[in-house]
Nanobody, 119 residues
C-alpha cells in the first residue's frame, strides 16, 4: 500500500521560504513520478511540479518562474519542495502525489499540508 505523508507547511511572511517534505512508503518508487499539487481557497487543484524518481528529471508549472525546486532523497524515500520568494497567492493546501511512469493520472495522494503566506 502506497503511503505519502507531507510535512513542513505553516505560516510564513511574503518573501519567505518553506521546504515541504513528502515521505513515501509501501513501494519501490524507482518507476514512479512524484508530483506536487496545490489547492488554494476557492480554487481548483493545480499542478506545481514533478520529478521522475529514477532519472531525476523535473517538470515545473509556468507560474513558479524559478521560485520552487523539487528534489528527492533516495536513501530517505522522500521528495522535497523548496519554495522561495513566497507570495500571498501561494497560500494553499499542498499535496504530494505519485504515479507510475506509464500512466498520466496520479492514483496516490497524501493528506496535504497547509501553507499560508501573509502579506
Amino acid at each position: 500500500q502506497v503511503q505519502l505523508v507531507e510535512s513542513g507547511g505553516g505560516l510564513v511572511q511574503a518573501g519567505g521560504s518553506l521546504r515541504l517534505s513528502c515521505a513515501a512508503s509501501g513501494r519501490t518508487f524507482r518507476s514512479y513520478v512524484m508530483g506536487w499539487f496545490r489547492q488554494g481557497p476557492g480554487k481548483e487543484r493545480e499542478f506545481v511540479t514533478s520529478i521522475n524518481w529514477n532519472t531525476g528529471s523535473t517538470y515545473y508549472a509556468d507560474f513558479m518562474k524559478g521560485r520552487f525546486t523539487i528534489s528527492r532523497d533516495n536513501a530517505k524515500n522522500t521528495v522535497y519542495l523548496e519554495m522561495n520568494s513566497l507570495k500571498p497567492e501561494d497560500t494553499a493546501v499542498y499535496y504530494c502525489a505519485a504515479r507510475t511512469i506509464t500512466t498520466r493520472e496520479y492514483p496516490y495522494w497524501g493528506q496535504g499540508t497547509q501553507v499560508t503566506v501573509s502579506s
